[in-house]
Structures are given as C-alpha cells and as structure tokens.
C-alpha cells in the first residue's frame, strides 16, 4: 500500500514538473500538493516536493510560501543546494538581505565554483552596506529634524514646519520609520501636536500613519501610547484636514493590526503580543462612540464614516459587517443620516447624509443572507416606527431625511419603507406646510424616490402636483426643488426620443430654468448644486445637450460645482457628462425585431437625430474647450464604483479623437485614469484600461506615463487580453503594451512578471490579421529581455510560430516575426527550434528576397547567427543556396552602410572555422591555380 502511495506521488511530481515546464506554475503547485499528501513523513522525496513547490512559489511571488518550502526542504535534506538558493532568493525577495547572505555564505561553501550563488552573494552585500549607509544617514536626519523641532524660546516657526514635513519623508521609507519608532516617536509628536500649529500637527499626524502602516507590533504599540482618547479629540477637531489626518491614522492602525501584511517577515521582532479580536471591538465601540458625540465636528463624524465606509464592510473581513450592526452601528448611522442642520443636534456637514448613505449601501450588500438582510430591514423599521410614533413634527422630518438617505444608499430598503401606512400621509402633510424647511424635506424626499420610476408610481402620483404648486414659491430653495423633481421626471424616458410625458419644449424650457439657476445663484452653493442635478436628468435629452454645450457660462458654473470638494455633486455631474458625450450603452436592435414590433404596434425606441456622431463629436470639442479634464480629474476622487464608471465611459469619449489626448495628458487626465483602471466595477476598469491604451498608442509613454506610472499601465493593459474584452480592446491594447515594451527593461520584466507573455502569444495565434500581427509586434518588443529569450528556448513551440510567420502574407508580420528571430538567434537553442518548420528554407529566402530593406538585414542576422551557433545548424545553412544569397547581400549598395556586409564577413569566416568551407585566403589561391591550368 505505502508502495502504491510513493510511485503515485513520483507521477504526480512529473506531472508537476511538466506544469512547470510549461509555466503553468499554480496547477504545479497542486500537483506538488497532492504529492506531499500521499508520501510519507519517512520517504526522503518529500524535500524534493517541497523545493519543487518552493520553485513555483517563487515564480508566483508568493516569497512567504517559498520560505516555508524551502525551509522544510532543507529540515528533510540540510546539504541541499537547490533548496538552499531557493530559501536565500525568497529571504531577498521579502527584504531579509542579512538572513538572505548567511545562507548564501553557507551555499557557497558548499558550491564554491556557483557563478549564480557568487552573484547573489555580491549582490546582498552592496544591499546590506547600502542599508547600512541609509540607516545611518536616515539616523542622522531623524535627529536633526527632531532637534529642530524641539521647544526653543524662540522657536522659528518656518523651520519648524519644513523639520516636520522632512519628518514625514523620512516616516515614509521603513529604515526612517523604525528609527523615528526606537526614538520615543511617538511620544515626541504627542509633544509636536501641542505646538498649535496647524500645519505642524498635520505633519505629526502623517508621521504616525506612516508608523503604522503595514507593520502590526508598531501600529498595536502607537495606539496604546497614543492612546484612542486622545486620537478621539483630534478627530473631534473643526479643521477638515486635521480630522482627516487623524482618522486616517486610526484607519492604517486597524488595517495593520487586522490585516495582513504579506511581505513582513516571520520571526520579526514583535514589540508586543497582539490580541486581534479585542483591539478591533476596543475601535468598533470607539468608532460608534464618535459617530453620535456631540463633540465631534462635522468633519470628524464624516471623516469616521469614511472609516466605517472603508473598513467594516470587506470581505475579506468576514462577519465585520454584522458584528457592526449589531453593536448598534446600523442605529447610530441612522441617526446621523436623519439629522436635520437647523434642529442642531449633532454637527454635520453638506456631505454627511451621503456619507451615511454610501455605509449603510455597503454595509447591505454585505448582508449576504435573507436571514441577515431581513434583520437590517427590522432595525431600520424599528428606528423609524419610534420616530413616526413621537408624532412630532423634529421626529417626522427626522424620520424623513433618514428615509432621503436609504433612497440614495440601498434603494429597494428605502422604498419598502414609504410604501408603509402612514408615511405618504406624513409626506404630503410637510409639503402643504407653510414652513419652508418642511416643504424642503418632504420634496427631497419625492425627489429621492423618483429614481427608479416603474418602483415609486404612487409617490409620483402624489408627488407631481406637490411640485408644481411648489415650484410658484417665492423660497429659490424650495423652486430649485421642486424645479429638480420635475426635471427628474421628466427624464423618466431616458434617451428614447418618443417618450414625452410633458408637451414639446416643456423639457427644454424646464433646462433653460434650471441653467437660470445655475448662473444667478452667484455665491449659494445649494441652489447651484440643485440646478445642476435638475439639468443632469434632462441631459439625455438632445435640445438639452445642444443647448447646455452651447451655454458656455452654465458649462463653467458646472466645471466649478466639480471642482468644489462637494460629495453630493459628484454623482449628478458625472452622470451629465456621460450623457453630453453619449458615453452610455445603447442597445442596438436588430432591423428584423424592429419590422415584428411595427407589425405588433410596439413601442420602439427612437434616438434623438441630435445624438448622431457629428453632434456628438462636436459637443465633446466643446465640452474640452471650456476644461471638462480639470473637472474630471477633480471628481475622480471618489470611492463609488458606479461613479469611477461614469468617469471612465467619459475618458474613453474624449480620447476616441487622437487630437484630444495631448490635452488629457497635459491636464492630468492621464494620471487620474491609473486609478480607474485598478480600483472600480470591471465595466469601469475596462474603459479606463481602453482609454490608457488609446493614449498609450499615440502618445510618447515616457511623458504620458512618466516612472512608476508605466510600470502600473503594464498590468491595466494585460487586463484587455482577455476573451470577454472586444477585438478592438485586444488590439489597442497589444499596440500600447508595444509602445511600452519598446521602452526599457524593467517594464519588459513587469509584463511577463503579470504573465502577460502567454496572453500575448495566445493572440498570435489568432485568426484575425490585425490581432495577430499586434501580437507578433509586441513579442519582438519582449524578446530582447532576458527572461523572455529563456522562455524562447524552453520546450515549446514558439521559435517555431515565428519562424512560420517569415511567410505571413501581411508584411508587417512577418517584419515583426524576423525582428525577434533576429534578436532571439544569438542563442544557439534558438537557431536549433529554427530548423523545426519542414519550410525553413523557403521561409529564410523569402525574407532575404523581400523588397523591404529591413527584411533582408533580418534575415543577414538570422543566417549569420545560425552559423555561428553549432556546427550542425551552421552545415544545415551552408549546404543550401543561402550562403550564395548571403554573399549576394553583402554587394547590395543600399544595406553596405547599414554594416551588412561585416555580418557576412563573420558568417564566412564561422563557417571556414567549422571547416564547412575554405578561407578565403585558400579559395583565392585554388582560383589561381585553376586560371594556370586554363
């Protein structure tokens, strides 16, 4: 039986050996897995299943795991040097340099000629002597900085800020915080905050963001000596930015001391024993303490919302969302959503009730049960029945304002509670009241509700007349309302042209009023933002969009509104940019369902004749004239999926035109797109990866996507080479990932690294010409790399497939397959795989007989790297008519300057040294000799 076991642990080895070979590195990991599963404790190939499984771990940077391996390798087998190279590069790999060289000098005791193992060995020692140097100066500077920081009679305020802000440098890098850590930190900046200085606390805060992140024992230590109370008043604090600092402090703190950090390295030095479970209920009931405190300002409690926002709701915290409502959060965020600013019972901001909004939203979703669903929904109707119950006019509007902000969170929890008896009745009754702030409240509260219309008829019923006799108030608060609700139901047909539920023009004139709001309101914030909202429904409209676009101080009061910070803007502009450059999904119905439903009298459909390209092409010059990018740019800060969406469907519009991204670049544009296509829904990563890549294609990548930035490209653009993206998507993409490939080493690295060389190659393969040859074009920009050429020669068929494409019909292919042949033939296995195609004669004299120039000095490469290679590839070259073509080459007047005929020269002599033929000192002496017999 244990027989049995061991011989089916030996297949699945090479089973995964051959996964490994083919670099399909996860399915070798799961046969190395099962291998270890069925060998016994005792059999001594469990190190070689272990450093096996290290190997792939490597290859899929999982470092921890390759540790671990290689660890147990070598507990099996401790003379093992494959598993001990393999444990020194995961050591590297996670930062451990000192470790990482003990066991390299180890390695190169045992393999003293391993030119690989003398390399790392070199390599760690520059590492450790550099970290050496940087600790030391890091050392230097974290005093200096913390000197001039220190109370002095007369302290030079300047100094002080520009120490403080070099501080947070120096807290950046891991070296500067650790020493700034070991230095009594922590207690220094509590000293540093009570300086007064706001610019100076800010600094103080970051610098222990910056101790926190990433690093559990530092986080654990600088919340127990800062202590929660004290973070707790400056979160509380009245300046925006030193809540913001603050919160976000407490925000990285719990990140690294619930989380996990997969690059820190086990055994590290741990300052203290965590107990995880009881500091996340410790800030739980902290977080729920601030969020209904009095004290707190109104950008504290958003700012703690925005943790809430951030951290309760992940999956891969498990059960944080439950355990959060039932602690009361749910209750606690109703209260603040139903908050009504003048009643003044808690500070809040205009962005507040989004905020509530947005938690409650995500805090829902994550109610994975209908169990769990059903007890949000009893809470909420519980909080809301006592509300109703007071018979209080302050309860009812509060009651009111909390349902306003379900509308705007989870939808369908917001509508089951207005359709509850009583609440309509309630509604209503605020709308006919004389005061203006019930009047306001019940009418946002329809307007909220309007937003799916087959789910709210009976608010609509109701709410129509509500509004138009509103809309005649002399309060602009209350009109612009009112004006907003119409508008919004007006919109209701979406962009089907047919659909009128009010007369010709009203919809256009409902516009012209909202835009009048836009502009007059020359410093009211709220009736602008209200304006905007009205116009962004009615934008799906093709008068409206003509009219706004051709309204250039309406297009800059917008612009204005985006760029104010406001939260509550962010969703209605967007949606109107979308629409103004028509960057929403259109269903394209097939001309014979459209012949059935006029035979059936159906509705179908009409596109306005305003939404035809050439209107839309010219709305989004105009939208760029008057500086749509800086509103873009400003509104893509924000966390909402559904808006980084919208923003990316407008990016992707304005960079359809190749005239256009010189200006998305210069303003920012470009910048701003990276995060979409990392961070959204996928529709919303794809269109920001789409118009990346559009920019990528026709702009310089190294002013596009200066450093780092093309780096992070590399790894959107391979999420287009994927067979659920379009072919246009594939090709813009393999033409960008080109240009980048083209660029340097390092982004070559990054691309097979995110194993987009096997994505690449899959298209090479494809039937369609164009994606073939963007794919060849591509691979020929890889293959330079070093890494790529060892995939090259590895058992497989690419040389092969290159080879073949010599003879693509489309010369741009088969330019691009000599181009990596020529680069890939200074390896002697490649010019071997060369051979494998039955036609590889016929192939290498087409090239060389091309009319392109650059065709035949591909193919002068390709020859003379063959020759050079083996003496059998340099006999299979030599015996054909290639030699004579060669030497026909080198008399060819248009490639001489181009050093052809040097190639040839070397490919000659080559040959003569593998005796394939004679010197030419010899040949010329036999040609004199025959000339003597003539």
């Known amino acids: 039986m244990e027989g049995t076991k061991i011989s089916e642990a030996q297949k699945l080895k090479e089973e995964g050996n051959k996964h490994y070979k083919a670099e399909n590195y996860e399915s070798a990991v799961a046969s190395y897995t099962k291998a270890l599963k069925l060998c016994p404790e005792t059999d001594a190939n469990r190190a070689v299943y272990y450093k096996n499984r290290a190997a792939c771990h490597l290859k899929l940077e999982n470092y921890d795991k390759a540790l671990q391996d290689s660890s147990a390798a070598l507990d099996i087998t401790p003379g093992d040097t494959k598993a001990l190279f393999r444990k020194c590069q995961a050591l590297e790999s996670l930062g451990a340099h000192e470790e990482a060289f003990k066991n390299a000098r180890k390695l190169n005791q045992l393999e003293p000629n391993n030119v690989a193992v003398q390399t790392m060995l070199r390599k760690l020692g520059e590492r450790i002597n550099e970290k050496i140097k940087q600790n030391s100066s890091t050392n230097n500077k974290v005093e200096q ?53 706001e610019e100076v606390m800010l600094s103080g805060l970051r610098v222990l963001s910056c101790l926190c992140k990433g690093h559990r024992a530092r986080a654990t230590a600088v919340m127990r000596e800062f202590t929660l109370h004290t973070l707790g008043k400056y979160i509380s604090s009245t300046k925006e930015e030193l809540a913001n600092a603050a919160a976000t402090v407490l925000l990285t703190a719990l990140k690294a001391m619930i989380g996990t950090n997969p690059k820190e390295v086990k055994n590290k030095d741990e300052a203290l024993v965590l107990d995880l479970s009881e500091d996340f209920k410790k800030m739980l009931m ?144 605020m709308a006919a009241s004389p005061e203006p702030l019930h009047q306001r409240i019940a009418l946002e509260t329809i307007i909220h509700s309007a937003s799916k219309k087959d789910k709210c008829t009976g608010v609509l019923q109701a709410g129509v007349e509500i509004m138009k006799t509103l809309y005649e108030s002399k309060n602009d608060h209350i009109r612009v309302r009112a004006l907003v609700g119409l508008c919004k ?37 709220d009736i602008k933002k209200w304006a905007a909202e009205g116009i962004a429904y009615l934008s799906l409209d093709g008068d409206v969009k003509e009219e706004l676009v051709d309204d250039s101080q309406a297009l800059k009061a917008v612009i204005q509104l985006a760029q104010s910070g406001d939260d509550t803007v962010l969703y209605p502009i967007i949606s109107m940019f979308v629409n103004l450059t028509n960057s929403y999904d259109t269903e394209k119905i097939d001309p014979e369902m459209i012949k059935l439903a006029e035979y059936a009298k159906q509705h179908i459909p009409q596109t306005h004749p305003k939404d035809d390209k050439e209107y839309v092409t010219k709305r989004v010059k105009k939208l760029l004239k008057e500086g749509i990018v800086t509103a873009l740019v400003a509104l893509s800060r924000t966390d909402s999926h559904s808006s980084r969406e919208l923003l990316s469907r407008v990016y992707l519009a304005i960079v359809e035109d190749e005239d256009h991204r010189g200006l998305v670049v210069q303003q920012g544009g470009a910048k701003a797109l990276l995060p979409l296509g990392i961070d959204g829904n996928e529709v919303g990563k794809a269109k920001a990866a789409h118009a990346l890549a559009k920019i990528a294609i026709t702009m310089n ?86 890494q790529a050429a060892d995939l090259h020669c590895l058992e497989n068929d690419r040389v092969k497939l290159l080879t073949i494409y010599l003879g693509e019909e489309d010369p741009a292919t088969a330019k691009a397959a000599a181009g990596a042949l020529a680069i890939l033939s200074h390896r002697e296995e490649v010019c071997t795989k060369i051979l494998t195609p039955k036609a590889w004669l016929e192939l290498l004299q087409s090239v060389c007989a091309s009319e392109d120039p650059d065709m035949r000095i591909r193919g002068v490469h390709i020859i003379a790297n063959m020759i050079d290679s083996n003496k059998e590839v340099a006999a299979a070259v030599v015996q054909t008519s290639l030699l004579e073509i060669l030497m026909a080459l080198a008399q060819d007047t248009k490639l001489q300057s181009m050093g052809i005929k040097e190639r040839v020269d070397f490919a000659l002599k080559r040959a003569a040294e593998w005796e394939l033929i004679k010197p030419k000192k010899d040949a010329d002496k036999e040609e004199e000799e025959l000339d003597e017999d003539d």
């Open 701 to 786: 990548p190294e002013i596009a996507f200066p450093g780092q930035r093309s780096l992070e490209l590399v790894r959107i653009l391979i999420s287009l080479l994927h067979v659920e993206r379009s072919g246009l998507e594939n090709f813009e993409a393999l033409m960008a990932l080109t240009n980048l490939a083209g660029l340097n080493d390092s982004i070559r690295t990054r691309i097979i690294k995110e194993e987009g060389l096997s994505k690449i190659e899959h298209y090479m393969w494809e039937d369609h010409e164009m994606l073939r040859r963007a794919a060849t074009e591509c691979m020929c920009n890889i293959v330079v790399n070093e």
């Open 145 to 197: 900085m913390f000197k001039a920081l220190s109370h002095q009679d007369k302290p030079d305020v300047e100094k002080q800020r520009q120490a403080a802000q070099n501080l947070v440098v120096l807290a950046r890098e891991e070296a500067g915080a650790e020493k700034i850590f070991r230095e009594n930190g922590v207690g220094r900046i509590q000293r540093l905050l009570e300086t007064g200085d």
């Open 286 to 429: 902290f977080l729920l303490g601030l969020l209904t405190d009095k004290n707190v300002s109104g950008y504290g409690r958003d700012a703690v919302i925005d943790i809430i926002i951030k951290f309760v709701p992940r999956r891969e915290g498990t059960g944080r969302a439950l355990t959060f409502i039932t602690n009361g959060g749910l209750n606690k965020l109703l209260i603040v959503a139903g908050q009504v600013p003048e009643l003044k019972r808690l500070p809040v901001t205009g962005n507040t009730r989004m905020h509530t909004s947005v938690a409650m939203d995500k805090i829902y979703e994550e109610m994975g049960s209908d169990k769990n669903r059903n007890y949000f929904k009893d809470l909420i109707n519980k909080y809301l029945s006592e509300k109703f119950s007071a018979n209080l006019m302050e309860s009812n509007m509060e009651a009111l304002t909390a349902i306003s902000a379900l509308l705007q969170g989870p939808y369908d929890v917001g509508q089951e509670l207005l359709s509850k008896e009583g609440v309509m009745q309630v509604m209503v009754a």
């Open 489 to 525: 139901i007006g919109s209701s047909g979406g962009s089907d042209y047919s659909v009128k539920l009010f007369a010709d023009g009203s919809t256009v004139a409902l516009s012209k009023e909202a835009r009048r709001f836009l502009k007059s309101a020359k410093k009211d914030h």
